[in-house]
């Protein structure tokens, strides 16, 4: 069975700090991998994926996640946060067939 | 191009009651996955809908079911609600059965009283 860990429930930063979400999964199998982010009151949006290829996958609003196979870690990065990325964020994880699993979700709060 | 729409946005139901959510997918999509988000919680996979059967199910008891019509629509049916099935019941879609990519919509407010 495939599961999702992410390590920060919640997460309070003054704007332009950086910030790193971690994200550990598990699964046996070749995965696809993706962020997701829920603005207050707005639906669940993919921030971004990893299929394959380059490890470092580069998403919307100057998001960016690494991919690292042998940690099983899939941690998101902004080098710069806004207080418009107040957001909650959510890693999830697909071993196939779509049945995706996500994690128990990152309140990031983004301090003016 | 719409996206994934659901409805209704917000529903309270009692005890032992049951209930019906709708589901439209974004156009072009095929595909339909339904989550329920408690409070706190990341989404959980309910069940998916491919070519009007379900696919994969998730660890939901069969009070929880769900039908998939010719346009790809969805609806998902819960029986005899419990309180802890008060949740946001979001839809998901994706292009076919093997794109990973979804997309979803804003799901609706269950309250169970």
């Known amino acids: 069975a495939q599961s999702v860990s992410q390590h920060n429930h919640h997460v309070i930063l003054s704007e332009a700090a950086s910030l790193e979400l971690g994200c550990n999964y598990s699964y046996g199998g070749t995965v696809n991998l993706f962020w997701y982010v829920q603005y207050p009151g707005q639906h669940l949006q993919l921030l971004l994926k990893?299929?394959?290829?380059?490890?470092l996958v580069k998403g919307i609003k100057g998001f960016e996640a690494e991919f690292i196979k042998s940690k099983f870690s899939f941690n998101l990065r902004k080098p710069s946060v806004q207080w418009s990325d107040t957001a909650e964020y959510f890693c999830a994880v697909n071993g196939g067939y779509q049945k995706v699993t996500f994690g128990t979700g990152t309140k990031l709060q983004v301090i003016p | 191009d719409a996206g994934v729409t659901q409805s209704p946005t917000h529903l309270i139901k009692t005890r032992g009651q049951q209930v019906t959510l709708r589901c439209s997918p974004k156009s072009g999509h095929d595909t339909v996955s339904w989550y329920q988000q408690a409070l706190g919680q990341g989404p959980q996979f309910i069940f998916q809908?491919?070519?009007?059967?379900?696919?994969q199910r998730g660890n939901f008891p069969d009070r929880f079911s769900g039908h998939q019509f010719p346009n790809y629509s969805s609806e998902l049916n819960v029986n005899a609600l419990l309180l802890g099935d008060s949740a946001l019941y979001l839809c998901?879609?994706?292009?076919?059965?093997?794109?990973?990519?979804?997309?979803f919509g804003q799901g609706t407010r269950l309250t169970v009283v």
């Open positions: 998901a879609s994706t292009r076919d059965r093997v794109s990973a990519e979804a997309f």
């Open positions: 990893y299929f394959s290829g380059d490890p």
């Open positions: 809908y491919y070519e009007e059967e379900e696919r």
